[in-house]
């Protein structure tokens, strides 16, 4: 949702309550033991092989809207990405909003339209003209909290979490925490009756507008029995595939039902290597995250989304210009796990995109269409070459372990530059002379190579096609 160092209490906040989580939430920290909900085993025929796209409707298109993302869908499909993330649609709310138009996470009603975006048949028209493109299309989910003007609030005062004083409680994280987002009030999954309709209302997404699937914000908040129940009842709804994407990293995310986390600690490492932290620590500790990943699941791979881009600066900026925002997406998006771009970072823009506010994607950048091609290759290697579908991972030695992140996807090694300078490298296990580069289609020769300031190499062994 917000950028994950707000997830803290603010001071104020939590000096204010002095209270321990039981006394603020008293409701949540007596939540029972739920029955155990047989799961579905995922259907992932189509999520295996995806590659995400996030747009933030209000930013995608000059006019902010759902048509306008409906005339963007060639920018998206140029990607090479195939599965539109779209950030919540609904109405937002306006009392104790955040900045002039209030943080897209802020809804107000489930099952509308925000009129700002256009209507119910805009929103249907997208899906359709995604779908013919054969597009999929997934709805970012806010289940842990509504705007403190929705309807529920009035209706269902006995839907929210309470604090010591009987008030409703801002949310509250996975550690007990007070977090500082004011303008929202927290739904408490101790209410059976909230658990159906939170429910019933994501199913009947998935039926009226034949959704794809649901990327869940801050899905850690929430009990881990909800997800097993809910997710086995949304698989069992509809008769096609759906993608359950979770805003969490733990591994009983995945046990729960989920097909894809998020990777924020190998996005940290990322940023630490380009830091200057060795190279090599990278790789051996993404062997361990998939070592101790349960079976099926996967992480979504990224260098920047809607929070990254607004509060740590898109990639262009975080990893010192183009070279080094282009080796680090390769770093990133051939790990196992499915590779997100955000909303112009194909072609390198360098808007931070704030959340409160509305800043619509320059798409005039220089060098878009060079920076579009190199992007689109590298989403394709990692949505149909079959070393980065399917591909046995591990580390693989270099001569320079302290610069260079390097390790083998079934038969393809990624070597990527970290550093702001040309580097000389010798690579132990692979044959370099003869091996083809499937980023550029060129052959090397000689048994070491040569790796630009920031530079990216996938080698292979195979015949040229």
Sequence with gaps: MRMRSRLLASASLVSAACLTFAAVCPAVAQRPAATPVPMMAPDTSWVARSALYEVFVRDFSPAGTLRGVREGLGRIQASGADVIWLMPVQPLGVLRRKGPLGSPY??????????????????????????????????????????????????????????????????IDDKGKL??????????????ELRRTMIATMRWWLEEYQLDGFRVDVAGFIPADFWRETIAALRAAVPRPILMLAEFGAYDWHRAGFDLTYSWDSYNRLKAVWGGAPATTFVQREVGDMDS??????????????????????????????????????????????PLLYNGQEIESAQTLGLFVRDPVDWNQ????????????????????????????????????????????????????????????????????????????????????????????????????
């Design 293 to 338: 990943m349960p079976a099926g699941g996967m992480r979504m791979r990224f260098t920047t989304n809607h929070d990254e881009t607004a509060w740590d600066n898109p990639p262009v900026l975080r990893f010192y210009g183009s070279a080094g925002a282009r080796a680090a997406f390769v770093a990133a998006a051939l790990l196992p796990g499915r």
């Design 179 to 192: 977090t500082d987002w004011t303008d929202v009030a927290q739904l408490d999954y101790h209410n059976a």
């Design 106 to 171: 802020a809804l107000r009603d489930y099952r509308a339209i925000d009129p700002a975006y256009g209507t119910p048949d805009d929103f249907r028209a997208l899906v359709q003209a995604a779908h013919a493109r054969g597009l999929k299309v997934i709805l970012d989910w806010v289940p842990d909290h509504t705007s403190w003007d929705a309807a529920w609030i009035t209706e269902h005062p006995d839907w929210y979490v309470r604090n010591a004083r009987g008030d409703i409680s801002v949310p």
């Design 366 to 465: 220089p060098r878009a269409a060079q920076a579009r091609a190199f992007y689109r290759r590298v989403v394709q290697l990692a949505r149909t070459d079959t070393a980065f579908t399917r591909g046995a991972f591990s580390g693989i030695a270099t001569g320079d372990t302290a610069n260079v992140i390097a390790y083998r996807r079934g038969d393809a090694v990624v070597l990527v530059n970290a550093r702001n300078r040309d580097l000389r490298v010798a690579v132990t296990g692979f044959a370099v002379n003869g091996a083809r580069d499937l980023l550029s289609s060129r052959t090397l020769r000689g048994d070491t190579l040569t790796l630009p300031a920031y530079g990216a190499l996938v080698l292979t062994r195979r015949g040229g096609r």
